[in-house]
């Protein structure tokens, strides 16, 4: 079997791809590189504020929960401005959306926490953190999404 001329293919059983095709790299290159700058950017902001209210051995985590609850309604709003308001350039929703805010939130600490919070013998208070994550973040994007709505129908008329 013989690939056409606009496909070529990449070995015996392989899929084809179509010639002429640029790289995927060059297309995905930029993306790339603004989601790892601004999960920099956002990891850091996380940080430093593990750093300004630090989480004492067997307390709740009061931190890692108001931070991932902070960035759900940081990205609310974000949505909001970048689909109703401006039109923002390609690189724009990943840099700040999935770069910043995704280093920012830190559902994997999250995760790290509740496991934590078990291991120490509490189970009850992993389930509790769970649970009020969960809650206060779906809460905080519904609050600021429709906080944003309102300011900008209130600013149109």
Not at 74 to 101: C, K, N, Q, Y
Request: net charge positive.
């Amino acid at each position: 079997m013989t690939a056409p001329r606009s496909e070529k293919m990449d070995g015996p059983g392989e899929f084809r791809v179509p010639a002429g095709r640029p790289s995927s790299w060059r297309g995905q290159g930029p993306i790339v590189a603004v989601v790892a700058a601004g999960g920099a950017l956002g990891a850091a902001g996380r940080y430093g504020a593990s750093l300004i209210w630090p989480t004492q051995t067997g307390a709740f985590p009061w931190t890692t929960l108001w931070v991932n609850v902070l960035g759900c309604a940081v990205i609310g709003v974000f949505m909001v401005v970048i689909s109703d308001v401006w039109v923002a350039h390609r690189l724009v929703r990943p840099f700040f959306g999935t770069g910043v805010l995704g280093g920012f939130t830190t559902f994997s600490t999250y995760a790290v926490d509740i496991q934590k919070l078990v291991d120490e013998g509490r189970p009850r208070t992993g389930l509790a953190y769970l649970a009020a994550t969960l809650v206060a973040a779906l809460m905080a994007v519904w609050l600021a999404v429709t906080a944003a709505r309102r300011v900008l129908a209130w600013r149109r008329r």
